[in-house]
């Protein structure tokens, strides 16, 4: 058995893609409701605190699924009835869908890269969160764009422009919420002077 169909054996017979992305927002949302706690002041940790909530308890209602009764379950599966998909839309989802099953019987993913797409957002998110710790999240989060952009074969000119979109949402968060998203715990410590606040 090669390298490669060990790792596929691993990821569709053992490893649910889907539960440990939806299992890691849970840690990390988890993680985050907990650093609210550390604001020193409570007005600022209203808006952090709120997202991480929705985004704690929506992991966790989609993590334990298959445990809730059946209304609710129904309710959270929903076919999505108040936002009903046109006819178009619903087929060509379906077409790609079917592309999709056809890449899954040769490919493990839907790039032709090595590791799974779902294994490779995962682990994408992991590095995105330590490298913004240790270099600020402003400057992790074009690298996190050109990354994760290459990985899925965005062409050049999107990826670049992609990037330049995240650094400004990036920088605009900073300036909004006057948090110090330029210094990282091993570079740029006090932050840049240069930038403009």
Known sequence: MTAQE???RLVEDVIDAEKLLVAM???????MLWGTTQFSIDRAA?????VASVVFIGSLLLLFQAYLPAVLRNALLSEGAAFEASDEFAQKEAD??????ETESTEISSVGRPIHD?????LSVVGYALVGYAIGLLWASPLFVLLYARWFRIDLLRTV???VIGFGIAYSFM????VPMDG?????????????R
């Open 184 to 196: 990282g715990a091993l570079l740029f410590q006090d932050g840049v002077s240069w930038l403009p």
């Open 46 to 50: 209203r808006f952090p605190r709120l």
């Open 161 to 163: 422009i992609l990037a």
């Open 118 to 122: 779902s294994v490779f957002t995962a």
């Open 175 to 178: 300036i909004v919420l006057t």
């Open 25 to 31: 927002m849970v840690v990390s949302s988890g993680y």
């Open 6 to 8: 060990l790792y596929r």
């Open 96 to 101: 790609m869908e079917e592309a999709a099953a």
